[in-house]
């Protein structure tokens, strides 16, 4: 089986700081990784994902996170914060031999103040 | 490319009435996913298919919830009779990759008020 820990449910940062989302997970076998963005009353949005490639993975709007095995974590980065950034996060994993099902964390909040 | 569509996006019920909620997933994807997301949570899968096949409903509570995916291309899940600990945000997401590691293509989702 599989989880996901996402550390803070809210996090507060200034525009132009960097943004730090944090993510744990726990698999018995190689786990795909993934972030996911939801704004307002909308669907959830891929951001990035790991798939057992480079360790260290770019996604859309500026964000990156890197899969660190030996501390089972995939957080998520963003050298400067913008506005627009202000969403929902979520991280979720997936499990080799595991089909496509995913396991979704709890989600953080992030807000982006002037 | 159009996305996922549902609908409705909104719905509000009296318990123990029924309800359903369509999905159309992307044109040419195979796997069509259904989850709950409840306030402050991350989403939670219901029930995916292949195709026109159910391959994983171990999570869909089958006393009241039912889901059909004819043709293996639309698909409705519905809630017979619905409960107020129904109420919830309701995602369909499709994929298109055979095997793992696919992205999963989410929907707005239908936003579900059993009073």
């Known amino acids: 089986a599989q989880s996901v820990t996402q550390l803070g449910s809210h996090v507060s940062v200034s525009e132009g700081a960097l943004v730090l989302l944090r993510c744990n997970y726990s698999?018995?076998?190689?786990?795909?990784l993934f972030w996911y963005v939801q704004y307002p009353n909308q669907g959830l949005q891929l951001l990035l994902k790991?798939?057992?490639?480079?360790?260290l993975v770019k996604g859309i709007n500026g964000f990156e996170a890197e899969f660190k095995k030996s501390e089972t974590s995939f957080h998520l980065t963003k050298p400067s914060a913008h506005m627009s950034d202000a969403a929902e996060y979520f991280c979720?994993?997936?499990?080799?031999?595991?089909?496509?099902?995913?396991?979704f964390g709890t989600g953080t909040q992030l807000k982006v103040e002037l | 490319e159009a996305g996922v569509v549902q609908s409705p996006r909104y719905k509000i019920i009296e318990k123990k009435q029924p309800v359903a909620f369509w999905c159309n997933p992307i044109s040419g994807h195979n796997t069509l996913y259904w989850y709950l997301q409840n306030l402050g949570q991350g989403p939670e899968l219901l029930i995916r298919y292949e195709n026109e096949e159910a391959v994983d409903d171990s999570q869909l509570p089958k006393d009241r919830f039912s889901a059909e995916r004819l043709k293996g291309v639309d698909s409705t899940l519905k809630i017979q009779p619905a409960e107020l600990g129904d109420s919830a945000v309701y995602l369909c997401a499709s994929s298109s990759r055979l095997g793992e590691g696919g992205e999963q293509f989410f929907g707005p989702g239908t936003r579900l008020t059993v009073l």
């Open positions: 979720a994993v997936g499990l080799t031999g595991g089909g496509n099902k995913l396991t």
């Open positions: 698999s018995s076998v190689p786990p795909y």
């Open positions: 790991y798939t057992s490639a480079a360790t």
